[in-house]
């Protein structure tokens, strides 16, 4: 037995944790020579790369407000580390590399030259291909603020490219990205990565390149498109292309794209300068061969006959998009098109279906074309076409119109398929009885996990208010991958054990107005070496840990089962028989409140928990000065601080530490993802 206690911690030791340490940078207050720590900060983000810092798995560095210079992210992580602002502070860089990384989480920063005063093109953000498993999520990222009084020629040459991804397996979501050359590049060895919710305005050039094999490009806003150059070349909304093993365009195939509800708008603004009004195309593929793509739930509207052409398409399915020409303008009718490869090899094998769109001009036998609705009466047909509104109104014909053989299950908004006796044509399902709403919900807040396990968990957040009403609620994991509910929580199974997941929550109504996304929150699911303390035993569980005569940092995740319960982990020298062999403790106690022990009695900081949720404690424990310092973050919350506790009273005199234990009086709680640093003083 005490063998598989040994091998056990072994592995718990050894083995990489989903939480970890927190550092911070101060670029106004800090130094290098610094710990890292929140009172002992480091400096710029820049600067702690420079000096190859290292992190671990589950580790978070915090940035406090100011420029962070030009930093390049790096290190191979078996789990993931964040880099995210401390609470609201607004942190600048120049620009962003990731390079030589893996399973980085880098969130919330403002990436602009014009933070320091210069415009330059080059990308703002580069994924390079030596890297993986990158996040990026909610960052604003422009090449000026204010481009008033630019000339045309100054878009071209002051602008550069947002994000560029050559990195597999990345997710690129819930950025803003403003008067930008190009918006976001996935190139051709990026595949399966993920670029969602963002929204990408005033472009000179393309909106999105797609180039990867099975990426896909979920609900995406791409609009008002410029032009800074006067000749033939046609930008795009979305554009991609294949490339060969020769490495010339068109000599090779893309496989597995999906676009899914994503907004194309060439012009939105009537104040834009520099208009490309008649030379922007919607999704544009001329360079096949195109293989396995779905193209669903899509509104484009641009003023150019190019609206959706995949060109060499092998068994793709076109469903339930809306084009239409852009408001305010006539004449042109863009169409859905697929054809030959302009080497000839024809299109075949296709799904062209539900689509509402003012023309379409497909190849003969390029497979199946049914249930479309080809029409340019727009206003007796959308809600609000003059103001870019494309829900269908009431007495619609494309109401009714669609097939529901391999179509999607919900619309754009996140609404059921059908709402009525059969599925609607277009990317928007009629809703009966709320016509004419115009107004977003607000967005949700407030979001908590609780009943955590090694593969579910339970999804919570605060109402959204609506001035008609809530018709339900998408929950994304990781920017995509959305589920729809009705209420105000979520069940989420069929996760991976000891794994974090990012969850953001947008609500919608009837009419299908959307909220805006909300923020995350980082879910981590219970390791397979978890222990649960013994319900109201009374019996300790103790666990042997490898010598400890110095300094050292014990992590680990704590999820009490019930309310008001009554039970401990503790660190002790041996095996532990009674609460006086412990050096230190953390509980949860009966009154709702943790707590941690100090000297003769428990200390008066407390945090105050809830059943089913995890909690992550840190402590930084110094055998010879016999004190502990006690960190604690609620799931989804933020660090908070004890302070520097003395041993228990009858371990004053101990010299070191070589266990842990449980105990359960009243209840029982979970303890997982168990870690323990090594600072100075340990044997081996």
């Not at 030589?100 to 291909?129: C, M, R």
């Not at 071209?156 to 990345?170: H, L, Q, R, S, W």
């Not at 180039?211 to 070349?233: G, Q, T, W």
């Amino acid at each position: 037995m005490k063998n598989l206690i040994y091998t056990f911690i072994a592995l718990i030791l050894v083995g990489s944790s989903t939480y970890g340490a927190s550092y911070y940078c101060d670029p106004a207050a800090g130094k290098m020579s610094n710990p890292g720590t929140s009172d002992l900060p480091w400096s710029a983000l820049e600067a702690v790369f420079a000096a190859n810092k290292t992190f671990a798995a589950g580790d978070t560095i915090f940035l406090r407000k100011g420029y962070h210079g030009f930093p390049t992210v790096k290190g191979i992580n078996s789990g993931y580390v964040t880099i995210k602002p401390q609470g609201n502070d607004t942190v600048k860089v120049k620009k962003l590399i990731v390079q030589n990384a893996a399973k980085w989480v880098i969130s919330g920063l403002t990436i602009s030259p014009e933070v320091v005063s210069s415009y330059e093109g080059g990308n703002f953000v580069d994924i390079q291909s030596t890297s993986s498993y990158i996040t990026l999520e909610n960052c604003f990222i422009y090449s000026t603020l204010n481009a008033a009084g630019w000339t045309q020629s100054d878009y071209g040459t002051k602008t550069g490219n947002g994000i560029e991804c050559d990195a597999p397996n990345c997710f690129i979501t819930n950025n803003n990205l403003k008067n930008i050359l190009n918006g976001i590049e996935i190139q051709q060895a990026a595949a399966y990565t993920v670029v969602s919710y963002n929204t990408i305005d005033r472009i000179v050039n393309d909106g999105i390149r797609g180039l990867a094999d099975y990426s896909k490009y979920e609900y995406n806003i791409v609009k008002n498109l410029m032009v800074y150059r006067d000749d033939d070349v046609q930008d795009a909304c979305f554009q991609s292309w294949s490339r060969g093993a020769d490495g010339q365009v068109g000599t090779g195939t893309v496989y597995g794209v999906e676009l899914r509800g994503n907004i194309f708008i060439s012009t939105e603004d009537p104040d834009l300068p520099f208009k490309a009004v008649d030379e922007v195309n919607g999704i544009a593929c001329h360079n096949g061969m195109l293989a396995g793509w779905v193209i669903e739930n899509n509104l484009i509207l641009v003023n150019h006959w190019i609206a959706l052409a995949l060109y060499g398409a092998m068994n793709c399915t076109i469903l339930n998009n809306t084009v239409a020409e852009l408001p305010g303008y006539t004449g042109t009718n863009p169409w859905i098109s697929l054809g030959a490869h302009k080497n000839g090899t024809p299109a075949t094998g296709n799904l062209v279906r539900n689509n509402f769109t003012s023309a379409m001009a497909n190849d003969e036998n390029i497979g199946t074309v049914d249930h479309n609705i080809v029409s340019t009466a727009y206003t007796s047909n959308f809600e609000n076409y003059a103001g870019f509104n494309c829900h269908l109104k009431a007495g619609s014909p494309a109401i009714d119109a669609g097939n529901s053989t391999d179509a999607p299950t919900i619309d754009r908004d996140g609404n059921l398929r059908p709402q009525g006796v059969a599925y609607d044509v277009g990317a928007y399902e009629f809703v009966a009885g709320l016509g004419g709403d115009n107004q977003a919900p607000s967005t949700p807040t407030g979001l908590a996990s609780s009943n955590i396990t090694l593969t579910s968990f339970t999804l919570s957040w605060t109402a959204s208010t609506d001035n008609v009403g809530i018709a339900g609620y998408q929950a994304f994991r990781n920017g995509s991958d959305a589920i729809v509910v009705t209420s105000t929580s979520a069940n989420i199974s069929a996760l991976t054990a000891s794994t974090q997941y990012t969850y953001t929550v947008k609500a919608f109504d009837a009419d299908g107005n959307e909220s805006e996304m909300s923020s995350g929150i980082d879910v981590t699911t219970l390791t397979g070496d978890a222990v649960t303390s013994r319900d109201a035993s009374s019996t300790w569980q103790s666990f042997d840990i490898s010598t400890q005569k110095g300094t050292f940092t014990a992590f680990f995740d704590a999820v009490p089962h019930t309310a008001n319960m009554d039970g401990l982990i503790g660190i002790q020298n041996g095996i532990a028989v009674g609460y006086r062999s412990l050096a230190c403790n953390v509980r949860f106690y009966r009154n709702g409140l943790i707590d941690a022990r100090n000297g003769e009695g428990y200390g008066t900081r407390t945090v105050s928990y809830t059943a089913g949720t995890s909690y992550h404690f840190r402590l930084v424990i110094d055998v010879p000065a016999h004190t502990y310092s006690i960190y604690v973050t609620p799931s989804g919350g933020t660090e908070v601080v004890f302070g520097t506790y003395a041993f228990r009273t009858e371990q004053s005199n101990v010299t070191q530490l070589t266990g842990w234990s449980v105990i359960s009086d009243v209840g029982a709680f979970t303890v997982s993802n168990i870690k323990f640093e090594h600072i100075s003083g340990f044997e081996k």
